[in-house]
């Protein structure tokens, strides 16, 4: 599994951060397609437990949120999301007047969908697009990554206290810990390297990104593994060889962004 993991790294990796420099239309595509397929993974794993949210309002609304945030920023998110909430009622009513019982339960998962996928992923697209966005892409999503392979690797070796038995048996205090460290070692490693680049960051920025993204992001793995758990699930789709669906890989992705965005926007610039 490790090695598929790696090998499928080394491929993809490249065109992600070839895309990130790239910025615009060219990253805002690969940022839609990736939270479509996202969309329509999370659809399906509802279908698989019985549940009947609409598949085309969750990924069309996944891909018109994204696309909306990419052309207009925030301006007109407000009459998009009103719309798309309005629209998915009216569809959930008529199921509901066709005979499905549950089209209360559905209509919730289909908001959700939009909303968690569509409205957090695309703050991927909007922290790119903020002043060196390139920068604190960077360095947002990179410290969540070394985040995750610290805890991993020393939660695996030493790990003996569970931190959530019940949504990831393996995951460990003490690998959640070494995941914090790791984080803002990492965090202050990446500043000190994207500065040879010119990306003109300050140390203490990466120490603060890291510590908070290491701190908060497991939540975003946490959440995933509920929706598989509760479906009886390994992965949400075999899309990446050794990594599962591209849901399986937003789930700290969108919590860093998020987050990112606002650190950057609210302290850091």
Known sequence: MLKKRILAAVVLLPIGLFLIYLGGLWFAILVILFLGIAAWEYARLFHLGGYHPSNVLIV???ILLAAERYWAGFANTHWLLTALILISMTYHLISYEKGRDQAGTDFAITI????????????LISLRAIQDGLWWLLLA?????????????????????????????KKTWEGYIAGIVTG???GVALVYLLNFLGAGL???????????????TPL???????????FGVKDSSKLIPGHGGAFDRIDSWIWAATLGYYLAVVIFI
């Open 220 to 230: 975003g793995d946490l959440g995933e593994s509920m929706f598989k758990r509760q």
């Open 202 to 216: 300050f140390l203490y920025q990466g120490a603060i990104m890291g510590l908070i993204l290491s701190v908060v």
């Open 141 to 169: 999503l990179p410290v969540v990554w070394l985040a995750d392979s610290g805890a991993y690797f020393y939660g695996k070796r030493f790990g003996r206290h569970k931190l959530s038995p019940r949504l990831s048996p």
């Open 112 to 123: 959700g969908g939009m909303i968690y996928i569509g409205w957090l992923g695309s703050y």
């Open 60 to 62: 069309g609304g996944v």
């Open 184 to 186: 803002v070692i990492g």
